[in-house]
């Protein structure tokens, strides 16, 4: 039964590690995007900083579940719960300064309650919108000429 948990566990380790990688690659994505539509290199930066942020807040939540599942299915020692508590305070700190830098503010002051996931669902909804908006002002000044 420890081999199918240790394997679930992998199985997280490696979710985590797809979405920091996807993540990053949606962050570049979305910032040439920022830059193809004359945004500026300003706007084109808070979109790839703030994408590629809560990608990594994603990738490290799945990377503490995958720790909690290692150490809660393997043989319980006081040692192996202190690395975990370790392991886990150091991935928060990580999470809330990141957040920090991406939000401008602290996390216990935010109204809305967003994670990682949610932010880069709100990035990539963000760049819809501005390319339905630069395609119907687009089309608007052709027809008007």
Do not use: N
């Amino acid at each position: 039964m420890e081999e199918v948990f240790t394997a679930v566990a992998v199985g997280f380790e490696a979710v985590g590690a797809a979405a920091m990688i996807i993540g990053f690659v949606i962050a570049l994505v979305l910032g040439g995007r920022s830059l193809a539509r004359h945004e500026g290199g300003s706007a084109a930066f808070t979109t790839l900083r703030t994408t590629l942020g809560a990608a990594i807040l994603l990738g490290l939540e799945v990377l503490v579940a995958a720790d909690l599942i290692r150490t809660i299915t393997s043989k319980p020692s006081l040692e192996d719960a202190a690395i975990l508590g370790l392991i886990v305070l150091i991935r928060t700190l990580l999470s809330m300064s990141i957040q920090i830098e991406i939000e401008g503010t602290l996390p216990w002051r935010r109204v809305l309650t967003r994670s990682g996931g949610q932010m880069v669902g709100d990035a990539v909804a963000r760049d819809r919108a501005a390319t339905r908006a630069a395609a119907g002002s687009g089309g608007a000044a052709v027809e008007s000429r």
